[in-house]
């Protein structure tokens, strides 16, 4: 089975630094992806990993670890406007996956970004 | 161009009724996938569409789903004679390969959010 863990709920500070952790457990893995989804919206992509590492964007930076199966999202310098759902999505080896581009999404993390 | 586009929004029902919702991709994306997401929850896939050709389904999809993309431009997915636990928002993405598929990003329409009375 897949399995993809996060954390339900986070409360943090504007301006401060935030970091949202992710581990999985799947049969296959060919990337790790972060999408960030506002309520009633859709999700937006933010970063992927497909190597070990850090990959920084702006105040977004994502880290993957493949021999820990873990991944955490860096938000720095936090605005309001960052108060959404942070979904951690795997995308599976076509070997295991079926459809080759199919990604299997954590339940997301409800950040919410107080004054 | 402007993106995934879904249509309708919402769509409220009667639990028996028959549903159809339309996905217009991004127009070069050969890709085209549904996936059905509930509150509090992440998106769960549902099917795929590599050009016209549906090339996986998932168990979640049960017989009362059938999707179609028959041009292999938008898609339908219709849902007969509904049930309350079909309630859920509805999102279509859609991709095209660039270089190396790991890194192949899904693009997400709005959704559309289905209740059943």
């Known amino acids: 089975g897949q399995n993809i863990d996060q954390p339900t709920e986070m409360t943090a500070t504007e301006g401060a630094i935030v970091q949202i952790n992710c581990t999985y457990q799947?049969?296959?893995?060919?990337?790790l992806f972060w999408y960030q989804q506002h309520a009633g919206e859709a999700p937006t992509f933010l970063s992927y990993?497909?190597?070990?590492g850090l990959e920084e964007k702006g105040r977004f930076s994502s880290f993957l670890s493949r021999s820990k199966g873990y991944s955490y999202l860096l938000l720095k310098e936090l605005q309001m406007k960052d108060s959404a759902s942070y979904l951690c999505?795997?995308?599976?080896?076509?070997?295991?996956?079926?459809?080759?581009?199919?990604?299997?999404f954590g339940t997301g993390t409800l950040l919410a970004v107080q004054p | 161009d402007t993106g995934v586009s879904q249509d309708p929004r919402h769509k409220i029902t009667k639990r028996g009724q028959n549903v159809t919702f339309r996905c217009d991709p991004i127009?070069?994306?050969?890709?085209l996938y549904w996936y059905r997401q509930t509150l509090g929850q992440g998106p769960e896939f549902l099917t795929y569409?590599?050009?016209?050709?549906?090339?996986?389904k998932s168990r979640l999809l049960s017989d009362r789903f059938s999707a179609e993309r028959p041009k292999g431009s938008f898609s339908t997915l219709e849902i007969q004679r509904t049930e309350q636990g079909d309630s859920a928002m509805y999102l279509c993405?859609?991709?095209?390969?660039?270089?190396?598929?790991?890194?192949?990003?899904?693009?997400f329409g709005s959704g559309t959010q289905l209740s059943v009375l």
């Open positions: 999505a795997v995308r599976l080896s076509p070997l295991y996956g079926g459809a080759t581009n199919k990604l299997i």
């Open positions: 799947t049969s296959g893995f060919n990337g």
């Open positions: 127009s070069e994306h050969n890709r």
């Open positions: 993405a859609s991709s095209s390969r660039q270089g190396a598929e790991a890194n192949e990003k899904l693009f």
């Open positions: 990993n497909v190597l070990d």
């Open positions: 569409f590599q050009n016209e050709a549906q090339l996986e």
